[in-house]
């Protein structure tokens, strides 16, 4: 069985934008699918997912992504394989389209984490797609940096609370688990934030022995709860997958984060849990193969 799960950010989604979060979420689904059935791995399988979100100017992740204080995008992303527990990361990176793509690589190499100018110069040297910085601010971007941008970023106010996130989660035909999760962080950030996106066991987990899981939210508060990981081994304790879920929203409590997450176990079982406004997201109906997806105020 292959079994795959998309995100699109958990947040205050405007009644306008949630047909194309909804629509978007499904593309990358079915991108991501149609690696996983011709045999592709989960790896694989998730950074095709997540390169899809970071082309669509929809979400907050690579082409798209929100711009910080001084006007400038600076992206962060993280991947995992569940079968080797092999990590890569890259944090507060300019200039690189297709952020997960440089993940991937810093993965397959004996390296687990790269940021800023040093991850764009190994960019080049993997033949990693780079632009010029501008080319990454979207119109959307930049029309609410023009509307936002003196607003004093505050990660407790609901009025930051912009979902728009990315993130997949994958097993695939030899029964490997993988994650990964893409962002441009929150509008307004100060130059070189990192949220939890990036930071595995945080913001992207995967284990063959659990599951595989992305989260979404407001990192800081995330961070100290190790939320990704955390989720991970309610599946290790024996529970089953949407109640772990479930169960994981309650793991947010100490610092009274909001946020969603997916995941997949090693059964091939997707959940999606949130506790903000709206998430957006799509899976198949294990049973069913229908599409499971969002934006939707409630968990199905």
Known sequence: MIAMAVHGGAGLLP????????NG???????????????GTALDGVQRAVVELENDETYDAGFGSFLNRDGQVECDAGIMDGARLATGSV?????????????RKILESPLAV????????????????????????????????DEHGDRRWDV?????????TVGAVALDQRGDLAAATSTGGMPGKPPGRV????????????NNASAAVSTTGHGELIIP?????????????????????RQSIQLLAPTMAKGGLIMVDQRGVPAVAWNTPHMAFA????????????????SP
């Open 283 to 298: 899976y198949l109906d294990p049973g069913t193969g229908d599409f499971i997806d969002g934006p939707r105020t409630s």
């Open 91 to 103: 944090c507060a990176v300019a200039g690189v389209p297709n952020p997960v793509v440089l993940a």
């Open 225 to 245: 709860i190790v939320w990704a990981k955390s989720a991970a081994d309610l599946i290790t304790s024996g529970m089953g997958t949407e109640e772990a879920a």
């Open 195 to 206: 949220g939890d996106s990036p930071f595995i066991g945080t913001g992207v987990y995967a």
């Open 15 to 22: 009644s306008d934008v949630r047909d194309a979060h909804r």
């Open 25 to 39: 979420c499904r593309r990358a689904l079915q991108r991501g699918l149609d690696v996983l059935r011709a045999g």
């Open 114 to 145: 790269l940021v800023a100018g040093g991850a764009r110069d190994f960019a080049v040297e993997q033949g990693v797609d780079v632009c010029e910085p501008e080319q990454l601010v979207s119109p959307r971007a930049r029309r609410l940096w």
């Open 156 to 164: 407790a106010d609901d009025r930051s609370l912009f979902g728009d």
